[in-house]
């Protein structure tokens, strides 16, 4: 699956509602999110905003785009969460281009480091809806969101000074001079600083139940309740109790995850079957198809997917941080 050109989103924040339209046609800057805002049912003015979305690292030459598929504001419209296609969710500030943070699956949420062949946090396949939530609490910040391991994550997320605090910044010529190893860092252009956002590699908690791909996640603003949901029928309730005002006598959730197993010819029959839309009853067929789309696809490299020009280009792609952000007409 891929995104169309457009996107539309509608989000609630400081009592008015805003339409936010992502374009991503060609004609705009390479290597940036551009997102026009405007309180509903107003046509008298409409404001855009750039976020810096183009990656690189000292182990590839070319620079590399990502694909957004969507994004998320918090409750006070002051962070914004983007996902993006074989790589992380990214953390903006509303009014700073230069991302804050990504989230990554990089160890438990007891802190020890996820090795191989465990999977973690991953998104290649399906288009992905995170979501802020605060859950009734003044201070804590969460965000969440689905991933191809067949689980959800939540993350805990700092303030937007503490993230800017942390986030580190390398000019051109040390990060020419130095390794960097295993380093994936934000850049406008050629000759540009390097931007290296907070890397918030333990997650919160997993959001476990689910047989395969989770899509899409969705926070109570009030209750200790998150929603999952992806390519099963089953839509599941989370919460850290067993009652709840709305939900009384959950059941304690399997931390068991299903292993995407090697490819059979019985697999390999069901996708073919689903491809052709041959109907089925089971459950399996549909999730029989996306193991084999993510034994495919679920292992490739941004880099490898979405290059562009080399750093070594002749051409100059740099772009002003200030051009274009917050623009009113």
Not at 316 to 321: H, P, V
């Amino acid at each position: 699956m891929r995104q169309s050109r457009w996107g539309l989103f509608t989000r609630y924040s400081d009592g008015v509602w805003t339409s936010i339209k992502q374009d991503t046609r060609r004609s705009h800057p390479k290597g940036w999110l551009l997102v026009s805002m405007s309180p509903r049912d107003s046509t008298s003015w409409w404001c855009l905003w750039k976020y810096l979305t183009k990656l690189t690292r000292k182990t590839h030459s070319a620079l590399c785009e990502p694909e957004s598929s969507s994004l998320t504001f918090n409750s006070d419209g002051s962070k914004l969460a983007v996902v993006m296609l074989n790589f992380l969710p990214t953390i903006y500030g509303l009014s700073d281009p230069i991302p804050l943070a990504v989230c990554s699956g990089k160890n438990h949420p007891d802190g020890t480091p996820v090795l191989p062949p465990e999977r973690t946090y991953s998104n290649s396949c399906t288009i992905k809806n995170g979501a802020f939530g605060s859950f009734g609490l003044v201070n804590d910040e969460f965000y969440c969101a689905g991933s191809e391991d067949f689980r959800g994550y939540m993350w805990k997320v700092p303030s937007v000074d503490q993230l800017v605090n942390q986030r580190i910044e390398v000019s051109a010529e040390d990060w020419a001079s130095k390794s960097w190893p295993n380093v994936t860092a934000f850049t406008c252009a050629r000759g540009a600083p390097r931007y290296i956002p907070v890397d918030l590699s333990t997650p919160h908690c997993y959001l476990h139940g689910h047989k395969s791909i989770v899509n899409s996640v969705l926070c109570h603003p009030h209750l200790f309740h998150v929603m999952t949901c992806g390519i099963e029928d089953d839509i599941i309730l989370h919460s850290p109790t067993p009652t709840s005002p709305c939900a009384p006598n959950l059941q304690h959730t399997s931390t068991d995850v299903r292993v995407l197993e090697e490819g059979s010819h019985q697999d390999w029959a069901m996708y073919l079957r689903a491809l052709v839309a041959e109907r089925s009853e089971s459950e399996m067929t549909p999730i029989r198809m996306f193991d084999h789309i993510l034994r495919e696809e679920g292992n490739i490299d941004v880099f490898d997917q979405r290059q562009r020009a080399s750093e070594d280009s002749s051409t100059d792609e740099m772009e002003s941080m200030d051009e274009g952000d917050g623009d009113n007409d």
